[in-house]
């Protein structure tokens, strides 16, 4: 997806600024004003629809990252200890989407039965559980809905859902006023790939139900093809702290997330593998010591 830049007068200084393709917002170097772009729709990068406004405040979240990174057991010790050097509210673009999903499946249902048997060891009668299966198939719909796919090239899918969920009973209708003074990232993949991203979430979601729709005692072999119709993806702005940590000057610094509304936060966290060897180390000490200690009594 190939976007030039665009220019933007400031509307309190008059000021040229020259705006990235992916930003909805912009702040003038000269007055600090903020500046909310209006740029025409197109079908990758639709207006929004809803937004979620910001919770958790810039002190609040490093408080967050804080406990975030010193309960990080197996982290590096400097790691533990270390601060952010940067902390930007972002609102990232993201879909919420929502369908109905029909779907065929098959499986092995396993019906539990009770019969008698002799034991020839015990020379005597005894009760057993015996599992008889059939196939199953047919046809299940249900509806899925309030899913939340990202929207943007920079913050994959996954750890989106690691700092999930939003309370969506905060969405509100977008207005430019909602946004102003804060970093907007416009949709950076396209509506076809949050789309498939979205199905795939929800075959996910399908099969957990399906699994809980099999009746019987129990059940294998579940196989399920889905489809969807009706389905329907609004844009939404969704309120996240990104922040970069630097604990090691030859390493690049880790990303963490915060969700701007809830507080929740997540990220990819290295291990220090001389805590985990020593703690091996010691527990296999442990052990020793208890066999030593068992021989000598």
């Known amino acids: 997806m190939s976007i030039s830049v665009i220019e933007l007068s400031c509307e309190s200084c008059g000021a040229k600024l020259v705006v990235e393709p992916t930003h909805r917002t912009a702040r003038c170097p000269y007055c600090d004003s903020p500046s909310v772009i209006d740029r025409p729709a197109?079908?990758?990068r639709p207006d929004p629809v809803f937004a979620i406004g910001f919770v958790i405040d810039r002190k609040q979240t490093r408080g967050l990252l804080r406990s975030y990174l010193h309960g990080r057991r197996w982290a590096p010790q400097a790691l533990r200890r270390a601060t952010a050097e940067r902390v930007e509210g972002v609102y990232l673009?993201?879909?919420?989407?929502?369908g109905v999903a029909e779907s065929h499946y098959r499986a092995e249902i396993g019906e539990n039965y009770t019969t008698t048997e002799y034991d020839a060891k015990r020379k005597s009668m005894r009760q057993v559980t015996k599992t008889e299966h059939r196939t199953l198939e047919g046809s299940h719909r249900c509806y899925v809905d309030d899913l939340v796919v990202t929207a943007s090239e920079g913050i994959p899918n996954a750890e989106l859902a690691a700092v999930e969920p939003f309370d969506l009973g905060g969405l509100r209708r977008y207005a430019p006023a909602m946004i102003s003074g804060w970093t907007s990232e416009e949709p950076s993949i396209t509506h076809e790939e949050s789309l498939e991203l979205a199905r795939n979430e929800s075959r996910r979601e399908v099969k957990q139900r399906l699994h809980a729709f099999m009746p019987g005692d129990s059940h294998q072999g579940l196989r399920a093809s889905t489809e969807f119709t009706d389905e329907e993806m609004d844009l939404v702005l969704l309120p996240v702290?990104?922040?970069?940590?630097?604990w090691r000057e030859d390493r690049p610094p880790i990303r963490l997330l915060v969700n701007g509304q809830t507080g929740r936060t997540a990220g990819e966290v290295p291990v220090s593998w001389a805590k985990v060897g020593a703690a091996i180390g010691i527990g296999l000490a442990a052990v020793l010591l208890a066999v030593l200690i068992g021989t000598l009594l």
């Open 42 to 44: 197109t079908t990758d």
């Open 93 to 98: 673009p993201a879909y919420l989407y929502s």
């Open 241 to 246: 702290w990104v922040c970069a940590v630097r």
